[in-house]
């Protein structure tokens, strides 16, 4: 198959110890961001951004996924030896993870967590090996208007099915979109919301804006909770290990339902966070020990975990072949897909052959590498979180202050990032969902351009978003998806009511 | 204590507060958008053509979000932050806000270690308090650091204020 052959030409592409150590680094890096309160792992990869500017685009990518990985490891650190998820996505691994840490199972819980988050990578990345062609293939034939309408379907799904009042999700993603526009207008070349200030000229990146809002705002919350990091210790052993995977294949419904459930969500952009939660309250519902979730099941870390890795693999299809990253950390990884000069979408599979299947074949290595690092590195990382926070605070600080001056070299971004910063705080506490503004910062300008382009084609007729079946059904389903909430609403009223005829009459 | 547990501000006047904020900024959008042109041009849809649509939702959903909370007024009841806790986010911020202004003075290292020395230096929960030695090695071992990392291995020149025309007075007198 030429998926496989594909793929073997991306395996000796990576194959390289250079390319091995990125990976190392990498995972090591995101473990690090994961572990850390106020970073994660989309303000680890927008840190790191400007440093890849001189690395090739594979190596680059080899970088940042890995982070991206290793972030998603160091959340589950956290989450079960400090009840502190170092991720929103890893908050439903604390459930069960923290007592079983508390019952002296820390190894135990860290391994499952691990070893089902491997197996839920891999499946996310088999998904993203043999549909992604085909779904780039398929997408050919999209022009403007079809990109438009698929991009409409993006920002309506979260609009429609965010946990956050969908008016607060409107609010924050219009910021981005408005941010997006300032400088230059990409079609024309004029200057436009610049307000002739010269430090609003080069436009405001969406990368001070992630460092900001979660860098900075997080470390607010964080200081006005006064959290103190009280965490169980562990150390893991081989046989730990061995005797927690001699368990796991007895949990294997629970493993293959949250996988769907994560490779749905990552699609969709509903996001590893949203998959996290509902595989969670799955697994509870379905499991014969109910009782015991909340108190320290095992099942309770394997579903999260499982679902958490599969959704944020599976996120990386819609943004390497429709060009819609399906979380946050993948909006920002698309953001410098195009910084590097590429452009991600269906054409990216045939003019970008090398790098598509470097990325996917250097997934299936880096989880591989973050699992045996991760499970090296765990008491390492635990005694981080036990340097004071008088210490930890203002490095991280630095850290993200020096990030958002790289991006363009300007103390003016180290400004905006303080400004975001003190958004993020109140966004976050009067429940304004972040991810959305990222989003709509990352694709503000590919969106405008289709919608313009499409504009021109039917010299503004809105009717070309129904012109066709295919865009048709794009453009109905993302104003389905929009009212999704008052349609449920509407469902239930309806069903209420024949249920509550039905009782009458009998 | 009693004081510390109080509220200094309702959640609800904050919510007033930022759906002002974000209203403006959807009305700082419209008229930026308009005075690029909103209209159809030569070449199609001029430049502010669908930013002034994006300011436009803006504004609406702020407007919508701001009688959603007069609505609930009465029922809005929530704490946003308390004064003890206030008290503990502007101890963090307003160094933040010095540290921020004054990186353009004294360069990124020299304000990144006084940053991380002020903080360590203020900490007095603990119960022995830091030397000047771990002090002095903390941050300026972060500021050594970040100089080594970005600087000499990723070749990202970071602004080094007074300390970099130093170093450039230096290399010039022993040429």
């Keep these: 198959m030429s998926e496989i052959d594909s793929l073997m030409q991306g395996m000796s592409l990576i194959m390289t110890p250079g390319h091995i150590g990125l990976m190392v680094i ?6 690090l961001v994961g572990v850390l309160p106020g970073l994660g792992a989309p303000n680890g990869v927008a840190l790191l951004l400007p440093l890849t500017f001189t690395m090739s685009p594979v190596s680059a990518i080899i970088l940042l996924s890995c982070m991206y990985w290793g972030a998603l ?47 839920g990578a891999l499946v996310g990345v088999l998904l993203l090996t043999f549909l992604s062609t085909r779904i780039a293939e398929f997408a050919m034939q999209f022009s403007s208007p079809e990109f438009f309408a698929v991009y409409l379907l993006a920002f309506c799904t979260f609009i429609g099915m965010s946990k956050n009042p969908p008016l607060k999700t409107v609010v924050s993603m219009m910021i981005g979109f408005g941010m997006a526009a300032v400088g230059m207008d990409t079609v024309s070349g004029d200057l436009r919301l610049t307000f002739d200030q010269p430090w609003l000229l080069s436009g405001m990146s969406f ?88 108190k320290g099941e095992l099942e309770g870390v394997i579903a999260p975990e499982t679902a958490d890795h599969s959704a944020g693999t599976s996120a990386l299809l819609p943004m390497l072949t429709l060009g819609i990253p399906g979380s946050a950390t993948a909006a920002v990884m698309l953001g410098g897909l195009m910084i590097w000069g590429l452009h991600p979408g269906p054409t990216l599979f045939t003019e970008q052959h090398d790098f598509v299947w470097g990325l996917i074949a250097s997934m299936y290595l880096g989880n591989v590498v973050s699992l ?135 | ?6 509220t200094l501000v309702g959640s609800r006047w904050v919510e007033l507060g930022l759906a002002l904020f974000t209203a403006s900024l959807g009305a700082v959008i419209m008229y930026g958008s308009y005075e690029s042109g909103i209209g159809w041009g030569d070449a199609g849809p001029e430049p502010g053509y669908f930013p002034f649509y994006i300011g436009l939702l803006l504004t609406a959903a702020s407007v919508a979000n ?33 540290f921020v202004a004054s990186m353009p003075l004294l360069g990124i290292y020299l304000s990144s270690a006084l940053f991380i020395g002020w903080f360590m230096w203020r900490d007095t929960q603990r119960e022995k308090r830091y030397g000047w030695l771990t002090i002095l090695a903390v941050a300026g071992g972060a500021a050594v650091a970040s100089y080594l990392i970005f600087a000499l291995w990723f070749k990202v020149p970071l602004d080094a204020g007074p300390l970099g025309d130093l170093a450039h007075w230096i290399k010039g007198a022993l040429k």
């Excluded at chain 1, 046989?239 to 969709?268: A, E, Q």
Aim: one cysteine or more; proline letters at 5%.
């Design chain 1, 26 to 31: 990498g995972v090591l890096l995101g473990i």
């Design chain 1, 73 to 119: 490891f160091g959340g589950s650190i956290t989450s079960i030896l400090f009840n502190i998820p170092g991720e929103p996505s890893s908050v439903a691994t604390t459930f069960d993870g923290y007592p079983m840490a508390r019952q002296g199972r820390a190894a135990e819980a860290l391994t499952a967590a691990f070893t089902s988050a491997l197996l």
């Design chain 1, 207 to 294: 990368e001070v804006a992630v460092i900001g809002l979660f860098g900075i705002g997080e470390i607010l919350c964080t200081v006005e909770e006064g959290l103190v990091f009280r965490g169980e210790r562990a150390r893991i052993t081989p046989m730990d290990i061995l005797r927690t995977w001699k368990k796991m294949p007895r949990y294997w419904l629970t493993l293959l339902r949250s996988t769907l459930v994560g490779c749905w969500m990552g699609i969709t952009p509903g996001g590893p966070t949203a998959a996290s939660f509902m595989s969670y309250s799955l697994a509870r519902r379905f499991s014969k020990n109910r009782e015991n979730f909340g």
């Design chain 1, 372 to 506: 045996i690092v991760v499970l090296a590195t765990v008491p390492l990382f635990a005694s981080i979180l036990r340097i004071p926070f008088s210490i930890i605070a203002p490095i991280i600080i630095m850290v993200c202050a020096i990030g958002a001056y790289s991006v363009h070299n300007s103390m003016f971004d180290v400004g905006l990032m303080l400004v975001f910063g003190a958004l993020g705080y109140l966004f976050k506490k009067l429940g304004y969902p972040i991810a959305p503004l990222v989003l709509a910062a990352v694709l503000g300008d590919k969106a405008e351009d289709a919608f313009r382009q499409s504009m021109l084609f039917s010299n503004g007729e809105m009717g070309i978003f129904w012109s066709n079946p295919l865009v048709g059904g794009l453009t109905t389903a993302a104003l389905l998806m929009l009212f999704w909430p008052l349609i449920a609403r509407g469902i239930k009223a309806l069903f209420n009511l024949r249920t509550r005829r039905v009782e009458r009459s009998a």
């Design chain 2, 1 to 6: 204590m009693s004081t510390s547990t109080e």
């Design chain 2, 66 to 98: 701001l009688l959603g909370t007069l609505f609930h007024w009465r029922r809005l009841l929530e704490p946003f932050v308390s004064r003890h806790g206030f008290a503990q986010v502007l101890k963090v911020f307003v160094p933040i806000v010095l």
